[in-house]
């Protein structure tokens, strides 16, 4: 590996493991809760064990202040939920774009199965080119999604990044399976490092016993939004999931840490 992505991908993780948290939704979903005050959540989760944040590039300038030494990765494309598709993901930006943002990555979303399943893989194919000539890192969100396809079935999971690693991506991030034995089908898919995305808020310690689960199915990390940028306490749920990635703590010890309550 280029010297120039590695020192990058150090600044998007740590020892290997990453807890990244993205804020792009206000494309997706518009300026909700969480993301009005962007400055302020990115402040509260990067003093609070978040490794790097995501962004849409125009909003770069609201990060840099904010981010507290912590990594920054660009997302490249978008699509919204009022739009004729939101499985439609359209390019919003280039890797030539994200450097002058001040990125120390860039990220791209595909939706393996879906109608527009063979416009991504040629796109993701010519983001992972550009980036290796600039020696960025690309984070690929490699879902399963489309007509017919189970979003959460380990093969297809296991096939979506797999493609990713075919294309040139060097980290992966994707739906978590349910179970850790199922997950284990998933990371051995591939040989880059395999992040879970977040989806819709499941309460405290249900997500933190999906990331204890995925770790030990071979996980290296977590890419989670609405869970961290809409709780109550950003930096503390933030906290308690890098306790989980980081420090290899259990669910309960790790809201513990974070002074949050254990549910019953």
């Known amino acids: 590996m280029a010297s120039g992505k ?68 660009v997302h490249l494309n978008a699509s919204t939920s009022i739009g004729p598709d ?11 774009e994200a450097v002058r943002a001040g990125a120390d990555a860039v990220s791209f979303h595909i939706n393996v199965g879906s109608d527009h399943e063979p416009d991504q893989i040629t796109q993701l194919a010519e983001v992972a080119d550009d980036a290796q000539h600039l020696g960025m890192p690309v984070l690929a969100m490699a879902y399963a ?51 879970i995305a977040g989806g819709s808020p499941a309460g405290d310690r249900q997500t933190l016993q999906d990331v204890r689960d995925a770790m030990d199915a071979g996980a290296a990390g ?6 961290v940028f809409q709780h109550d306490d950003p930096g503390a749920m933030a906290s308690a999931i890098a306790a989980v990635v980081h420090d290899d703590a259990e669910p309960d010890e790790a809201l513990r840490s974070a002074g949050l309550p254990i549910e019953a």
Request: aromatic share 2%; net charge negative; glycine share 10%.
């Open 6 to 73: 590695s020192a990058r991908l150090d600044r998007i993780s740590r020892d290997g493991k990453f807890v990244t948290i993205p804020m792009d939704h206000g494309i997706t979903l518009g300026a909700v809760d969480g993301l009005v005050d962007i400055e302020s959540t990115i402040d509260a989760v990067t003093s609070n064990g978040a490794d790097a944040v995501l962004t849409q590039k125009g909003i770069a300038p609201r990060v840099h202040e904010h981010k507290n030494d912590a990594g920054y990765v």
């Open 222 to 227: 977590v890419s989670t939004g609405r869970t």
């Open 86 to 96: 939101s499985n439609d993901k359209r390019l919003t930006g280039t890797v030539e």
């Open 145 to 195: 999604r489309g007509p017919g396809v189970d979003e959460h079935d380990a093969e297809s999971l296991g096939h979506a990044v797999r493609l990713a690693e075919e294309l040139g991506a060097d980290v992966v991030k994707t739906a978590y399976s349910g179970s850790r034995e199922s997950f284990e089908r998933v990371t051995e898919s591939t040989s880059k490092p395999v992040i």
